[in-house]
């Protein structure tokens, strides 16, 4: 009898990887336009698939001939560039994995990427090598990207200019593997320090071709990116155009004045969207444009009527890879609605006692899938966090809280885990607190969200104080305090507001309430 084999999701993708993806393009259409990279004060640049393929295999050439290897971690640290394309389908071409950090992370957080990553190289830009190079210290080696990379901002590093490291020189090319690690971006918590999440190839080609299919791209569709390349949002938006042959347009940063002017000029058909990028653009001229689909986190009537698109709605997380939920094309559903459980999900909701959430109910959001290919791999030698984000069942436990409503909509509630959603960043409560209580000021630290009308969440903090802070004037306290926040966190972590009480609403288990101390924040209206 012939061995039975149980298929699974990762035989989907055998015998392919990204980079055996992008061959594929460059075998069918060489010549399309792959990327465009549109600076607003510069020329735009373009680059068919062989051409990026080449730039790419030069400079992963260059790195092989410095020794970097398959497995090897490759820190990137820089914005939106060419330079970061290049560098991330280099890293793909030798084997290496690139570690994609947020550029708005200070130098404690970019020691702690190090220190956890150990890389062999770092990719960053002039503006933050000096900063990059205290953090990681001497002994990494350094490539800074720009042509300008002899003026004071880099004066006295220790590096290689981007340009010098592409090379002729062959090297073997790696049989396409789905199993090996292809990037890694880490993820806030609700631990204080952010967790490596590692992806696979499989994790790369299942995200790319899942959106695909839940958007219908096709080869004509073009999408722009102004999100930050480091995130997983802009990644996957990028996997998804590389997976159905689109053309991809690359913005450095969001510009809603330049929003629609880049839609129009380039014939973009869809754009992954944020809450702050819907309201940006709200009131603004909108021109003759052939974008069809904008993403965005949940469907909006209003902004379909103003910009002449359809929204769609998705829920997913860098853990996730792909979008669980979400609407569909042609079965919008109702405004404010996520959409309903992806086909390629198991999507769960359960109440507190663990029962099932039905409709009309709200619950706990756990999704199951398959390690490495539809969820992450793991946490980079961190077996506990990995081994506690699932339960005993094997279900992702998102930490995420949702509403079903009478015909089966769903709708996203809020977090359980204590988490802040701060203009689409994901922001631990935790890491900020821990930053206010080195100051050596307070007794106990609550921070949670308050509403915003641009960002959506921002942090605000409420202190009590210890004998050493009562010794300072409130005054004092809070300036010590945000100017410690400043010094140690991202600015988009940095709170908002400082509150000093004497005491904090408590729940049944002494913890705080901080549900009690967010409905004493009025929302933010202005700036």
Same mark, same amino acid.
């Given at each position: 009898?012939?061995e ?6 990762l ?50 050439a ?7 290897k ?7 640290h820089?914005?939106n560039?060419?330079?970061?394309l290049?560098?991330w389908f ?8 690139p570690?994609?950090?947020n550029?708005?992370s200070?130098?404690?957080n970019?020691?702690y ?7 062999s ?5 002039p503006?933050y ?25 880099v *004066?006295?590093?220790?590096?290689e200019?981007f ?13 396409p ?11 806030s ?18 995200? @790319? ?6 958007? +219908?791209? +096709? ?8 999100m930050?390349?480091?995130h997983?949002?802009?990644?996957i938006?990028?996997?998804s ?5 689109? %053309? ?8 809603a ?7 129009? *000029? ?14 940006a653009?709200?009131g603004r001229?909108?021109p003759?444009?052939?974008?069809r689909?904008?993403?965005?986190l ?5 902004a ?5 698109v ?22 919008p559903?109702?405004?404010g ?11 769960e909701? +359960?109440? =507190?006692?663990?029962?099932l959430a039905g409709?009309g ?5 756990f999704?199951r899938?398959?390690?490495g ?12 966090? %990995? ?17 079903i409503?009478?015909?089966g ?5 809020? =977090?359980? *885990?204590?988490?802040l =959603?701060v ?14 209580n ?11 969200a ?5 960002? @959506? ?10 004998d ?7 005054n004092?306290v ?19 507001s400082?509150?000093i009480?004497?005491d904090f ?5 002494? +913890? ?16």
């Open positions: 009898m012939k039975k084999h149980n298929y699974t999701k035989d989907a993708f055998y015998g392919m990887d990204v980079i055996w993806l992008l061959n594929q393009w460059v075998e069918k259409q060489p010549d399309k336009t792959f990327i465009i990279w549109a600076p607003f004060e510069e020329e735009e640049q373009k680059w068919s698939y062989v051409e990026l393929a080449n730039y790419s295999k030069k400079f992963a260059g790195l092989h001939a410095r020794g970097v398959a497995g090897d971690f490759v820190l990137i820089s914005d560039s060419p330079y970061f290049t560098a280099g890293c793909a071409y030798v084997g290496a994995v570690v994609t950090i550029t708005r200070v130098a404690d970019v020691r990427f190090s220190e956890e990553m150990k890389p190289y770092i990719i960053t830009q503006g090598a000096k900063m990059v190079r205290e953090a990681c210290g001497d002994e990494i080696k350094m490539i800074i990207t720009g042509e300008q990379t002899s003026n004071d901002l *004066k006295d590093l220790d590096f200019p340009k010098n490291i592409f090379s002729d020189e062959p090297f073997e090319a790696l049989p593997d789905p199993k090996k690690n292809f990037a890694v971006q880490f993820t918590g609700t631990t204080s320090r952010p967790k490596p999440t590692v992806w696979t190839n499989a994790n790369a080609l299942w995200g @790319g071709k899942s959106m695909a299919i839940n958007l +219908r791209l +096709r080869r004509d569709d073009i999408t722009l990116i102004y930050p390349l480091f997983a949002n802009a990644q938006t990028l996997l155009a590389l997976w159905s042959g689109g %053309t991809v347009v690359v913005h450095p940063k969001f510009s004045s330049r929003f629609w002017d880049t839609c129009a *000029k380039y014939g973009v058909t869809w754009v992954s969207m944020i809450p702050f990028a819907f309201k653009l709200k001229p909108v003759e444009h052939k974008v689909v904008l993403m965005g949940e469907r909006l009537p209003e379909e009527k103003e910009f002449g359809q929204t769609m709605a998705l829920w997913g997380m860098t853990e996730t890879v792909s979008s669980c939920i979400v609407t569909d094309a042609d079965q559903g109702p405004a609605s996520i959409g309903r459980p992806s086909p390629f999900y198991d999507v909701v +359960r109440k =507190r006692d663990g029962s409709v109910e709200e619950g706990l959001l999704i899938g398959e390690r290919v539809s969820l992450f791999k793991e946490y980079y030698k961190h077996p506990e966090d %990995t081994k506690n984000a699932f339960d005993d069942s094997g279900a992702l436990d998102t930490g995420d809280v949702v509403r409503d009478e015909n909509w769903m709708y996203f509630v809020n =977090r359980d *885990k204590d988490m =959603r203009g689409g960043e994901n922001v631990a409560a935790l890491e900020i607190e821990t930053v206010i080195k100051t050596g000021f307070t007794m106990e630290c609550a921070v949670v308050q509403k915003h009308y641009m960002l @959506g969440d921002v942090p605000a903090a409420f202190v009590s104080l210890n050493a802070g009562k010794s300072l004037s409130e004092e809070v300036e010590r305090i945000m100017t410690r926040c400043q010094e140690d966190l991202a600015d988009f972590k940095v709170p908002r400082i509150h009480v004497e609403p408590r729940s049944t288990l002494d +913890r705080i309430a901080k549900q009690k101390l967010r409905d004493r924040l009025p929302t933010i209206e202005s700036d």
